[in-house]
């Protein structure tokens, strides 16, 4: 009997695969990068628009806080609305408020992302696939109450660096911040279809790993905001210069390949660790070096 040849491999659906999940990395690129490449514009505007320095966080918090609730909302959206409407719209949107804040100062710092956001948008109308709309309801207590609750409390908390934390001011914000999360959870039990099922946090080791990323991402922001302005006002270092962001991005590689032996329950303690404490020795290192060696070698390579 003769021997029948392999049918030919059909690598159409792979490549489709690969450009949809470019796609999506695309997306989150966008989202990494506007919260961290403000931070490099941070003294340049706290300067012009003579903004204290808590007043500054706002630049950053704003963004946070706004993001996260209509986050919450989004997904809601594509479920009732269609995924790829929901998101093609959401990008558009983040591209154009991208443009606009260029066209009004530090171009360079907000128009990087609206390139991103066109060839995004671009390859999801050619490559996602539209799902059929369902019948629902929007959570917008939710969403309202989650939003609004935060941002009471980080504007307590900033009010507090300036104000003091027994200021009637910060002691209301973090009053009514507490009253409007516990007014949430009361409506997240309640409604037919809460916006975020509190279900999702009955399973340990969900709702541990959702607190170690609570934690590790409030420290990487918050490393972010600080050491930026540390290195470009006291260590000299020019804005397109900032090393932090690229050196978090080339080391995570060679971490992870490291750490993987550890377990599931290891890699996020040990890259917790690493991302916190880098910083205070990058900057003890800088100390050594001096100005010279910064301005030869300013990514420390």
Known sequence: MPVQPFAPIDRAPAARSGLVLAT??????????????????LPEVKSALRFSSAGLAWVLDAYTLAFGGLLLLGARAGDLLGRRRTFVAGIALFALASMAGGLASWRWVFFVNVPIGVAVVAGALRLFRETTPRRGRFDLAGALGSTLGVGALVYGLVHAAGGGWGSPVTLAAFASGSALLAGYVRNERRAAEPITPLRL?????????????????????????????FLQDELGYRPSSCPEPCRAGRGSPAVHERVQGLGDGGEEPVGADLLEEGPVLEV?????????????????S
């Open 201 to 229: 946090f009955a399973d340990r080791n969900r709702s541990a790993a959702l607190l170690a990323r609570l934690c590790m991402g409030a420290g990487m922001y918050g490393m972010f905001f600080f050491l930026t302005q």
């Open 284 to 300: 003890v290192v800088d100390e050594v070096r001096g100005p010279g060696d910064r301005e030869r070698d300013p990514l420390g």
């Open 24 to 41: 999506i990395l695309a997306c989150q690129l966008m989202v990494v990068l506007d919260a961290t490449i403000v931070n490099i514009a």
